[in-house]
């Protein structure tokens, strides 16, 4: 601002001296060339020193000018280079705390991403696991599947669960596995020995379920009901014709049904096998209801075997009596010897208490019969010193 103004002020003198020439050429024209050259010579002088000291006041304002920028760019400077290390401390603070959380992040990252990998190799090994006990169940399914396709394996599968039912309930000498009947050329897989007038009743566990599973498998559209029917009915007049035996047997027999599936079906939706199995005397049982029917043999046997021993019971309890009496006759005389060692307690320890008072009252000096003194300074007292004192 200082240099703009002193410009200003020397092109106001520039002004002013251009205008004082052309007034004194003006003038020196009027009056004549020698005082026109000595005028001009003294506005050179006066332009001279003019010029001069306006070159050495633009000097020193140009020097003062140039030590203020100096002065102030050196400030800015100063400035600047704390304003860049002040920035630069930051960048380096924000930097160090992002790099720190970003590491403290990418640390929690790395871990959960191990925890994950690790859950997921886990249920991997869980899954590869199960799939191979899938692959195994597979194989059994069909190994099963063909064990009951076949008649014979069939049969042994249910004679093995009509076996373990049995033996798990009743006693050895109730029940026999593959009996040959005495009259007839029959031999059934598990009779029951029951007592008179039950006697031996036949189980059979031989149930046909071709049909069965074929009209679960294809529908009933194309493997109607009646074929599944048609079977049952033809094991039915098997069972009554070959298990029911007059005069050895009794007047019914058991057929085992190894599923309760199969067995849920028939009194669900073929109430009329039902109907004929029982007008033929056979009586189908599931493996639950087969576990009923032991135990009601059970505790029939049980009740046969008690009234056999009921004589032995009796004479047991004859003699649990006589042994009762003879031990509450002892419990008497002891109660009377009870109460007689009470009763010499007692005396004794009343005859105790009397002597204690006794010796007492001689400690006391309380004799019976003694006569007092007729003087209380009377020397008779220490003549009690010599009784001897008993504890």
Known sequence: METQSLLVILLVMVVL??????????????????????????????????????????????????????????????????????????VDSRLNDIGGKVNERLEVGFRRTNETFLSVMTRLQVIDEAQKKIDALATNVVSLQNLLGSKSSRGALGERQLEDIIRNYLPEHAFE??????????????????????????????????????????????????????????????????????????DGALMFIP???????????????????????????????????????????RDVETRRQIHIIKDELGKLGKEFARFDDRMRKLADHIRQANDDVRDVAVTSKKISDKFAAIERAELPGAMEPEEPAAPAAPQLSVVPKVE
């Open 17 to 90: 001296l251009a205008g004082a020439v052309a007034w004194l050429v003006f003038t020196i024209r009027a009056s004549g060339e020698a005082r026109h050259r000595e005028m001009l010579s003294d506005l050179h002088a006066g332009l001279a020193g003019s010029a001069d000291r306006i070159a050495s006041r633009q000097s020193e304002e140009g020097d003062r000018l140039r030590r203020a920028v100096g002065d102030e760019l050196e400030r800015n400077r100063n400035q600047l280079q704390s304003f860049e290390k002040g920035i630069a401390d930051r």
């Open 259 to 301: 599923a309760e599936s199969v067995f849920a079906e028939i009194h669900a939706h073929h109430r009329d096998l039902v109907e004929y199995a029982q007008h033929r005397r056979v009586w189908m049982v599931s493996p639950t209801t087969l576990m009923a029917v032991v135990n009601t043999a059970r505790a029939v046997i």
């Open 177 to 250: 596995f593959q009996y040959t009947f005495r009259t007839v050329p029959a031999r059934a897989d598990c009779v029951l020995k029951l007592p008179e007038p039950m006697g031996l009743l036949a189980i059979d566990s031989k149930f046909p379920l071709e049909n069965y599973e074929r009209m679960i498998a294809d529908g009933p559209e194309r493997v109607p009901p009646g074929v599944f029917k048609a079977d049952v009915r033809r094991h039915v007049d098997a069972i009554s014709a070959k298990y029911i035996v007059p005069g050895e047997t009794s």
